[in-house]
């Protein structure tokens, strides 16, 4: 984090980091992501922004479907997970060699070790600067457990695996 007046503007937002996957003509990707959120109630929507110089934006930009994962705050496991995902890019290293996962019926890898996940379907997508927003629509929902998720301010020390 820099000083730039919107650096102090958003210190200390601790909004949950999340895991996103995916799938398309036989590659997968998935990446760390700060920036998403709930943005619908009814119908319930999620808005989750992948950045165009990753990898998963462009497994993405193919796909129908994204899978969504929660992370828990105290576990060095989660932690773990979100260093992999979030600090190594699927151009270079295959990072679902170096988790556990399954795959939905629709094809998208879903971690064994997240506690909440779900599948969700893209309705649209949307250029937002340098990131494009993908809005989804959540087909299937797993949740075990309510731990707190982890969260932005625990991870802000990783370094990207690819700049944004
Ligand atoms: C704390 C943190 C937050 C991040 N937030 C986002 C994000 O909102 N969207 C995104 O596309 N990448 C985000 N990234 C970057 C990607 O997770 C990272 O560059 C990853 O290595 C890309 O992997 P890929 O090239 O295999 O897709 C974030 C990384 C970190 C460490």
């Known amino acids: 984090m820099g000083n730039d007046p919107i650096d102090q503007f958003t210190s200390g937002f601790d909004g949950p980091v999340l895991l996103v996957t995916t799938s398309a003509d036989g590659e997968r990707a998935g990446c760390l ?14 808005l989750v922004c992948l950045s165009r110089t990753n990898r998963t934006f462009r497994v993405a ?7 969504v994962h929660v992370l ?13 995902f979030g600090e190594n890019t699927g151009d270079e290293m295959d990072k679902f060699a170096r988790c556990a996962w399954e795959e939905d ?3 998208v890898p879903l971690l064994l070790d997240a ?6 379907r893209v309705l649209d997508r949307m250029e937002l ?7 989804v ?6 949740a075990k457990g309510r731990n707190a998720p982890l969260g932005l301010t625990r991870v802000l020390h990783l370094e990207a695996g690819h700049p944004a």
């Open 33 to 46: 992501v700060g920036f998403a959120t709930q943005c619908s109630i009814d119908p319930v929507r999620f």
């Open 61 to 67: 930009a193919k796909a129908e479907l994204l899978g």
């Open 72 to 84: 828990e705050r105290d576990d060095p496991g989660q932690l773990a997970l979100a260093r992999l």
């Open 105 to 107: 019926t629709g094809g």
């Open 115 to 120: 506690p909440r996940r779900m599948v969700g």
């Open 129 to 135: 600067g340098d990131h494009t927003g993908y809005l």
């Open 137 to 142: 629509e959540p087909l299937h929902v797993q």
